[in-house]
């Protein structure tokens, strides 16, 4: 099945033809040292920089900037501590190849107000940045406004993000829709584990562009962007009507109750079109499998798609080559990391590869941010009534843009607010009372990083325009993305993408089967000391080398794991084991600091 690959070097579709290449352990770096000075230094058009194997303070620069058929590559495993919370780089390919290979960032980004982390990738129309093995495993602190990676609307070229572990980010783990309502440039995402995201997983718009190989797992709640903002984990977002998208031979398991929709057609993406080709959607959430948003997916088809799980398991009703529940095979697809076996472990296999809520982390590095009844348990992308609404409009990376707006209620600006509060200097946003009884608000966001205003506003929206670069605006009601057509829309009942489905199309709930494959992960990728672990199961087991990676230059996780009958021994060190299992786990034991997540028995 998927390729969760997350920390593994693999081989490219593109590589940079260099005219040289500086060893930055030649020029004097030392494990320890802060990397900046020396990227700045040495990284620029016509380059490959390689860096030693080792750990290096990292204080938000180095790697940015416009270049032509040039490289960073960590020789080995190469780790970048995050010394100063907020970053906000530009990786650029004017043309040629622009690579970034084999770094983990760690540390949770933990950003004050108005301050952002993320990093953004485009390409001119003959560039092509190629991102592999560039791991963000720790995110952003709760709250804060954090991205994984993001494609801005004026990307022309390819973006290609591969072999990338991105969690516990707050506004996308991959946000790279944008184009799709500008250039129209492509992005890959291909061999991707993405985990526990806010807002979106992977978020896609523009034509041809992919998710392929990617494991998308929420099972557990995700940062807030801001205090009290809510929680809204989608899996794969179509975001803009694009042609030709595809999402192929994926695994998105969403066994956390409180996120979004799986799959999700936004009704941004009228008009387009793509499929959905041996993927696999684990549900236990109240929101459809695949949800459309208008006809959204009236372009769409499927084929060789399961859907399983104690959730919704809704699709679009014109989608064909669908399998709902738990005796669904496994779809296969082609092999992601071609060492020569499929997806699935065997023809066999009739389960759903997934991986359930009984997550447990037995180490100390757990990512829950939060106890699970304090999230959103829909996935409503415009339930903005009548009752009080607090709209937040936000502009990130942009030349700031004029906005106003008239309610049929009473507004009120929001100037106290601890983040994108109300302007009172000027230019202030202004509030001010019609002779029909309405209410009208003016503003203007700033330019640069992130900035934004905030107001309450009673009854509903009557009217809402803006100007100056609107692509690069975010509306936000109740903490909830929304557009401006879901403002307007929205008269009290909202757009919920939740629905009444009882998830009782193929699956009773009981999760009785003992002859259904299952799934456990043991995950180290966050790991700070080596783990050793064994298990026991009453069914069958095999490691299945598509879930699972071996880091390069990782001793301990070349060492072979041990499955013998139905019990199973393993050392990990910075990569992952995964395994298909029958029946039901009666030991496990864990020494060390690993994550395991389980398939829900």
Not at 31 to 54: C, T
Not at 437 to 463: I, L, R, V
Not at 551 to 566: A, C, E, K, T
């Amino acid at each position: 099945m998927a390729s969760i690959t997350g920390s593994t070097v693999a081989q490219t579709a593109q590589s940079v033809n260099a005219d040289t290449v500086v060893d930055l352990g030649e020029q004097g770096l030392s494990e320890g040292d802060v990397i900046d000075d020396y990227l700045e230094q040495y990284f620029e058009s016509g380059v490959e920089v390689r860096i030693p194997e080792g750990e290096y303070e990292y204080h938000g620069s180095g790697l940015g900037g416009s270049h032509r058929n040039a490289a960073v590559v960590g020789m080995g495993e190469v780790i970048f501590t995050n010394e100063v919370g907020e970053y906000r780089e530009t990786i650029e390919a004017d043309g040629g190849v622009v690579e970034v290979r084999n770094i983990t960032l760690r540390g949770a980004a933990e950003l004050s107000r108005g301050e952002e982390a993320r990093f953004r990738l485009q390409a001119g129309s003959d560039g092509h940045v190629l991102i592999d093995n560039f791991n963000l495993p720790d995110g952003v602190a709760d709250p804060g406004n954090a991205i994984g990676f993001y494609t801005p609307s004026d990307h022309a070229g390819v973006v290609e993000i591969k072999n990338c572990y991105i969690a516990n980010f707050s506004n996308n783990g991959i946000y790279a829709s944008s184009p799709g309502k500008g250039s129209d440039g492509q992005v890959i995402v291909d061999s991707c584990f993405v985990r526990n995201n806010n807002i979106t997983g992977i978020r896609l718009g523009s034509s041809e562009s992919v998710a392929r190989n990617c494991l998308v797992l929420n099972d557990k709640q995700a940062p807030h962007i801001y205090s009290g903002s809510a929680i809204n984990m989608r899996g794969i977002r179509i975001r803009e009507a694009g042609d030709d998208l595809a999402i192929e031979n994926c695994e998105i398991i969403h066994s956390y109750e409180g996120a979004g929709g799986p799959i999700v057609l936004h009704h941004g993406a009228e008009g387009g079109t793509g499929s959905i080709t041996d993927t696999l959607i684990r549900n236990n959430t109240g929101t459809d499998a695949v949800l459309e948003k208008g006809s959204a997916a009236d372009g769409w088809t499927a084929n060789n798609l399961s859907i399983s799980g104690e959730g919704n398991l809704e699709y679009p009703s014109h989608f064909e080559g669908v399998c709902v529940g738990d005796d669904c095979p496994v779809p296969t697809g082609d092999d992601p990391q071609n060492d020569g076996t499929s997806g699935g472990t065997d023809d066999s296999n009739t389960g759903d590869s997934t991986t359930g809520d009984n997550s447990t982390d037995t180490g100390d590095n757990s990512t829950d941010t939060g106890d699970n009844s304090d999230s959103s348990t829909d996935e409503s992308d415009t339930d903005v009534g009548t009752g009080g609404t607090e709209l937040v409009i936000v502009t990130e990376n942009s030349d700031g843009v004029q906005y106003e707006f008239t309610a049929t209620g009473e507004i009120t600006g929001l100037y106290d607010r601890s983040q994108y509060s109300a302007d009172t200097g000027a230019p202030a946003d202004e509030v001010t009372e019609n002779d029909d009884g309405t209410w009208t608000a003016t503003g203007a966001t700033g330019g640069g990083g992130a900035s934004g205003d905030a107001f309450q506003y009673e009854g509903s929206m009557a009217s809402f325009s803006a100007s100056g670069d609107v692509d690069a605006m975010t509306l936000y009601a109740d903490g909830t993305e929304v557009s401006a057509d879901d403002l307007l829309a929205a008269g009290g009942t909202g757009d919920d993408e939740s629905s009444d489905a009882d998830g009782s199309d193929g699956s009773d709930g009981s999760g009785s089967d003992d002859s259904r494959q299952k799934t456990v992960i043991f995950d180290g990728t966050a790991a700070e000391t080596v783990a050793a672990y064994t298990f026991r199961v009453t069914g069958e087991v095999t490691r299945d080398a598509s879930i699972s990676t071996a880091p390069q230059g990782n001793r301990f996780d070349s060492l072979d794991d041990v499955v013998d009958g139905d019990e199973v021994d393993g050392v990990l060190g910075k990569g992952i084991d995964g395994y298909r299992y029958t029946g039901r786990i009666v030991e496990i034991e864990v020494d060390g600091s690993a994550a395991v997540t389980m398939d829900h028995e």
